[in-house]
């Protein structure tokens, strides 16, 4: 449940779309480091009280793990300038009955500006979709394709397996100026766009961003429990569906790692087997590079050969592609490790880009 705590800020740290990191002095005098929406709460400032979650710092949580601002309880914002009374201003609410719930225009929307492309639109005309499982892929998937296709128009789904709000990602922060747009599915919010789900998400990156290419991934703070079945990446699986359903063309991003020092994500994460093997019910292109050390490769094709049964296995050139991943605008890390660590994820993650890259 919730840990509540409450503090005074007493200084402004750094900001990124969407989000403000401030230092907090708790009412024991114990200093933490919190984070604020302010679309969601308001603008902190020196002096300011603020009300905190402080779960996910005592839990110390790597992705998540901020006291989290939930008010200003003496300063709060005024109420937007749209009427509440209609649905003008549009009716989605995200992070639905809880306490911060926000409600938004979503694309589809009768207020919509967009409403008119996407009232009949059923189709993605064949748009190539790369899907991942974890959100670090994405700036690594964004420098295959603009490797290759430097003027490609890439849209990215937020999903809502890991943070709700896009504004919590630095990542994606930093890539909007690689990015056609974000559009934020589900009970995820904070992009570009709104979309109530995957296929309505999907159908408004093709018609209303016009990309070329789409990225399907959670945002960050994927959920794992170490079982089969028991974490947020096994939607990707579901996201193949989506994609083949709406006529687009799925490209699966694999996780693999020659570092990870839990085995059931050595070589082919149980992850990839799992989402691809048994969930995705549609063939999708799985990107590997088209060479892999030969001790990893000797983890990660047994896995690969079962799920050869249902999706097509494609080998990737890397040539420019280690270039293209040392010059993305944001860091590369995945559970807190860099290129160097897991080379083959990011390069990974880099061809499965520069694949769907070549099918536009």
């Known amino acids: ?38 679309e969601l709460v308001g603008t902190p400032e020196p002096g300011d009280r603020v009300l905190l979650n402080v779960g996910a710092l005592l839990m110390g949580l790597g992705t998540g793990g901020y006291a989290l601002v939930v008010a200003l309880p003496d300063r709060l914002p005024p109420d937007p300038p749209e009427t509440v009374d209609t649905r003008d201003a549009g009716h989605l ?32 005309d064949g748009l190539p979709v790369v899907t991942a499982d974890l959100h670090s892929a994405l700036p690594a998937i964004v420098a295959g394709v603009r ?36 559009v934020t599915v589900g009970q995820a919010f904070g992009g570009d766009l709104e979309a109530t789900n995957l296929h309505s998400g999907l159908l408004a990156a093709r ?71 048994r969930v995705a019910l549609a063939a999708a292109d ?26 097509r296995i494609v080998r990737v050139p890397v040539h420019g592609l280690d270039e293209a991943l040392r010059a993305t605008p944001v860091p590369l890390s995945t559970m807190g490790r860099g290129l160097a660590e897991e080379h083959a994820y990011f390069l990974t993650a880099a061809a499965a880009g520069r694949h769907a890259a070549s099918l536009r």
């Not at 490609?152 to 747009?181: H, Q």
């Not at 429990?225 to 359903?245: H, I, L, M, Y």
Request: glycine share 12%; hydrophobic share 45%; no cysteine.
């Open 1 to 38: 449940m919730v840990r509540w705590r409450s503090g005074t800020v007493t200084a402004v740290r750094r900001s990124w779309h969407g989000a403000v990191e401030l230092d907090v002095r708790q009412s024991d005098g114990t200093p933490v480091r919190a984070l604020a929406y302010p």
């Open 93 to 124: 609410v995200k992070a639905r009955y809880t306490p911060l719930q926000p409600i938004l225009l979503g694309v589809d929307e009768e207020a919509s500006p967009h409403r008119a492309a996407l009232v009949d639109a059923d189709d993605l």
């Open 147 to 182: 490797a290759d296709a430097p003027d490609a128009r890439i849209a990215y789904l937020m999903t809502d397996g890991g943070a709700l709000p896009a504004w919590f990602s630095r990542s994606l922060a930093g890539l909007r100026g690689a990015l056609a747009g974000t």
């Open 207 to 277: 018609h209303v961003l016009g990309a070329d290419v789409a990225i399907v991934a959670q945002g960050p703070g994927n959920l794992g429990t170490g079982t089969r079945w028991g974490f947020s990446g096994v939607a990707v699986g579901e996201a193949v569906n989506a994609v083949a359903a709406l006529g687009g063309r799925p490209v699966g991003s694999l996780r693999i790692s020659g570092a990870d020092a839990r085995e059931r994500h050595r070589g082919l994460s149980h992850h990839s087997v799992t989402a691809y093997g």
């Open 286 to 311: 799985l990107v590997l590079p088209a060479e892999l050390p030969s001790e990893l490769a000797a983890l990660v094709e047994p896995a690969l050969a079962r799920l050869a049964r249902r999706h």
